[in-house]
């Protein structure tokens, strides 16, 4: 199993244009979950999904949108990028909510540089 | 929103020293989580905890739920090079609206010298 994967790797973007990050798991896990990474600040939510089809806003929405097309994918997009969304964004996915299927699992991050 | 606060927020020790850090809520939190992240990865699991007062070991790392389900503790014994890295502890707070979603503390970062 890959496990948690994550496309591309790294991203140099111009203010205003815009990309579409790609996650993909192969656990068969319903949910799944967008992260940004800044320095002393953790891991905060920008968008997650309950299932197929199903999306809910984070912490930190702002500025992006996303999709779950399929259950195994997760797509993160930014529409007219900005310099303050240059960040590690890591995806994870989850068996369940709660409980013990509640343990994320993390992709190895995309970093996005936007000038 | 929530508030978790993890200390200290770096640490420089010598090999085979014995590491602390915690991490606390200004809620009660269900389910505490510990990750560690290597440079240019993504987090990893290290402990999950479930219940208030459980003591769980993995290896050299040993982990707790604190009673007052507020605050979770961390300790690795004998710390070697390769325990470097940024720990990030995590939680979910009580009630039905946080199913999934865990709030992360600030990190710790460790740096062992040989």
């Known amino acids: 199993n890959a496990g948690v994967t994550q496309t591309p790797k790294f991203r140099v973007l111009k203010t205003g244009q815009s990309m579409t990050l790609l996650c993909a798991q192969d656990m068969n896990h319903e949910y799944m979950y967008w992260y940004r990474q800044d320095p002393g600040m953790g891991l905060r939510l920008i968008h997650y999904?309950?299932?197929?089809?199903?999306?809910a806003k984070g912490e930190v929405p702002d500025g992006y949108n996303v999709s779950r097309l399929k259950k195994q994918n997760f797509l993160l997009g930014l529409e007219s990028a900005a310099p303050s969304q240059t960040s590690v964004y890591f995806c994870?996915?989850?068996?369940?909510?709660?409980?013990?299927?509640?343990?994320?699992?993390f992709g190895p991050g995309t970093r996005l540089l936007v000038l | 929103g929530q508030q978790l606060n993890q200390s200290p927020q770096s640490m420089f020790i010598q090999e085979g020293e014995d590491v602390s850090m915690n991490c606390t809520s200004s809620s009660i939190f269900n389910t505490w989580l510990w990750y560690k992240q290597d440079p240019g990865e993504g987090p990893v699991l290290l402990i999950a905890?479930?219940?208030?007062?459980e003591l769980t070991s993995n290896g050299r790392l040993t982990a707790q739920f604190g009673i007052t389900r507020k605050d979770s503790f961390l300790n690795i014994s004998a710390s070697i090079p390769s325990d470097v890295g940024i720990y990030f502890c995590a939680g979910r707070t009580a009630g039905g609206t946080s199913y999934g979603k865990l709030t992360f503390g600030q990190g710790t970062i460790l740096t062992v010298h040989p």
């Open positions: 994870a996915s989850s068996y369940s909510g709660t409980g013990y299927g509640e343990t994320q699992y």
């Open positions: 905890l479930y219940k208030a007062g």
């Open positions: 999904s309950v299932g197929e089809g199903t999306t």
